[in-house]
């Protein structure tokens, strides 16, 4: 186990450079998480790790290795970075039972049959698939080939683990279920993880540091915590966030914020801010009431979606849209009027021509 260090990653097809001097390092046994939109470059990062992609320029270190430098013109193939990888696509041998896709790698290593047995038995047992050993691909579910993908990985017990969104293609409670599988696969092999999605749920979720990426570079890397409490800037601001975080902009008039006829306020800091100013407040952090209260804003109730244990609520200050999120399952009729109000610490404060959070009021 070890770090994983990429420094001054440089990578182009044609014109097109995809990933701008990147510079990145995952800590020895943690889980790094790769978020962002489709295109940003994401794939492309994690395929240079693992060797599949050569960078223009840049250094790539595992632990105390270089497995691959421009300047020094070391270039690493794949099967000799002793990596493990799950992608997209599975790929489990079609033609090969659950054992032989398991135990393939650890025969390539010359380990012992009772070593090898005993790592397969260990690792069937750990994604529930006891019994499983003589099934073939084609006679399990799409989520039992993906645990014996896994399970593959386990026996295996790989220092560096690369996963590229490895629960794409499962429903949404088998994805919750792998979401587990996967946690449980780091706490057991301890590895260094760079696990890749554009899906923020098992972004924050899994990870121990996540890292926002954009159009090739990263917009702010932190904790789950961080990442989703205070965004560096409104791209991260607008990303995170499930319904999506409230924007409101506009100026500073008698120390509070007005957008259009929502009124916010904002920290002493900001009372004489010239110019536009753009405030954030997360869903479920705008207070809702049902009975008028003093100082709170009154808002109609336009759309709801019960979603179970929450409801998003779209609600209008005139014309101005905001997204509540409230805890339990409420219908209430189209024009009912609620009540809001604004608490200073659950606000973010941007500056709308750089985009950066101002980090004012709440640090
Ligand atoms: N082999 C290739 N040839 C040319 N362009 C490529 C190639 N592979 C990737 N690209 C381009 O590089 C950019 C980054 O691609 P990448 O696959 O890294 O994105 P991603 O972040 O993984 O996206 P997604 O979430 O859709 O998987 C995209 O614009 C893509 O079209
Ligand atoms: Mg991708």
């Known amino acids: 186990m070890g770090q994983i260090c990429l420094s001054g990653i440089v990578k182009s097809y044609g014109k097109e450079v995809v990933v701008k001097n990147l510079d990145l390092t995952v800590n020895p046994g943690e889980f790094l998480t790769i978020l962002g939109p489709s295109g940003c470059g994401k794939t492309t990062t994690l395929r240079m790790i693992a060797g599949l992609e050569e960078p223009d320029e840049g250094d790539i270190k595992l632990g105390d290795r270089t497995v691959f430098s421009r300047n020094e013109g070391v270039i690493l193939p794949p099967e000799m ?31 012992s049959k ?17 019994g499983y050993a003589q099934r073939y691909p084609s006679e399990l579910s799409g989520g039992q080939q993906q645990r014996v993908a896994v399970a ?31 946690k449980r696969l780091h706490r057991d092999l301890d590895a260094t993880t760079v696990y890749v999605t554009h899906d923020q749920i098992e972004a924050l979720t899994l990870s121990d540091r996540i890292i ?31 319904p999506g975080i409230n924007l409101f902009e506009g100026h500073v008039v008698k120390g509070v914020l007005e957008c259009a006829d929502v009124k916010i306020p904002v920290p002493a800091a900001l009372k004489d801010y010239e110019g536009k100013l753009v405030a954030a407040c997360r869903p479920e952090k705008i207070q809702m009431s049902y009975k008028a209260k003093k100082g709170w804003q009154e808002v109609k109730t336009e759309i709801l979606q019960p979603t179970g244990a929450d409801t998003i609520l779209e609600v209008k200050a005139g014309d ?8 339990g399952f409420i219908t209430l009729d189209e024009g009912t009027p609620l009540w809001i109000n604004f608490d200073l610490d659950a ?16 640090e």
């Open 81 to 111: 970075r002793g990596l493990g990888l799950i992608f997209q696509s599975y790929a489990l041998w079609p033609h090969m039972n659950v054992a032989k896709n398991i135990t393939l790698a650890l025969k390539e290593q010359k380990l």
């Open 114 to 130: 009772d070593e090898i047995e005993a790592r397969l038995q260990n690792a069937l047992e750990l994604v529930q698939l006891t």
């Open 152 to 182: 593959r990985l386990i026996a295996l017990r790989p220092s560096y683990l690369l996963m590229d969104e490895p629960l794409s293609n499962l429903d949404a409670t088998l994805r919750t279920e792998m979401r587990a599988s996967l």
């Open 212 to 242: 926002i990426m954009n159009e090739g570079r990263i917009m702010q890397e932190g904790t789950p915590y961080d990442i989703y409490h205070h965004p560096a800037n409104l791209f991260v601001a607008e990303f995170i966030g499930d």
């Open 320 to 327: 101005t849209s905001i997204t509540l999120l409230q805890s």
């Open 347 to 362: 606000l973010s404060f941007f500056d709308p021509d750089t985009q950066n959070n101002l980090r004012v009021g709440k």
